[in-house]
C-alpha cells in the first residue's frame, strides 16, 4: 500500500508539472494550463497532499479515494470542457480582434491531453493503493501454537 502510494505522489507530481506548458494557443500567443484555469494549479496540490497525509494519518483508504476522485474528475473536466472560453483567452482574442466576447480562433495543444492521461493514471494508482490488501502479520503478544516453542512454556509457567 505504501509503495503504491508513493508512486502516486510522484505521479501527481509529474501530473502537477503538465501545467506549465502552453494549452491554448490563440493570436499567436501561448496561454499555459495555470492561466486557463486557477483551480486546476490547486489540484494536483490537494492530491499530493492527501497522498502524504494518508501515509501517516488515520483513514488511509478514504483519504487515497478522495485523491482518486479528485484527479479523475480534474481531468475529465479538462478535457470536456471549452478552454476557449477561459478569461485569459478570450482577454488575448479581444485585445488581438478589436472585438468583445473574443471570437478569434484557438488551437488546442497536446499538454492538455497528457494532463488528463496522467490524472487518470494518478487516480488508478491510488485506488490500486487503497485497494491493495495489506498481509496480516501475527502480533507480538498472541500465544504460539506450537507447544514446542519455548514462549509456550513461559506463558503457562506464568499462570
Do not use: H
Not at 39 to 65: C, E, K, M
Amino acid at each position: 500500500m505504501r509503495k503504491f502510494t508513493l508512486i502516486g505522489v510522484l505521479a501527481a507530481a509529474a501530473w502537477w508539472s503538465m501545467l506549465l506548458p502552453a494549452w491554448v494557443l490563440t493570436t499567436g500567443q501561448p496561454v499555459s494550463g495555470t492561466e486557463t484555469n486557477r483551480t486546476l494549479a490547486l489540484i494536483p496540490g490537494v492530491v499530493i497532499l492527501l497522498g502524504l497525509v494518508s501515509l501517516y494519518g488515520r483513514g488511509r483508504r478514504t483519504l487515497l479515494v478522495a485523491a482518486a476522485l479528485a484527479s479523475a474528475i480534474t481531468s475529465v473536466l479538462v478535457l470536456v470542457s471549452d478552454l476557449g472560453n477561459s478569461p485569459r483567452v478570450i482577454e488575448l482574442q479581444e485585445r488581438a480582434t478589436g472585438i468583445a466576447g473574443g471570437n478569434g480562433d484557438f488551437e488546442v495543444l497536446w499538454p492538455v491531453y497528457a494532463f488528463a492521461v496522467l490524472g487518470l493514471l494518478v487516480a488508478g494508482v491510488l485506488i490500486m493503493a487503497s485497494v491493495k490488501q495489506q498481509i496480516l502479520k501475527p502480533a507480538v503478544d498472541s500465544q504460539p501454537t506450537d507447544e514446542a516453542d519455548p514462549r509456550f512454556i513461559w506463558d503457562q509457567q506464568g499462570k
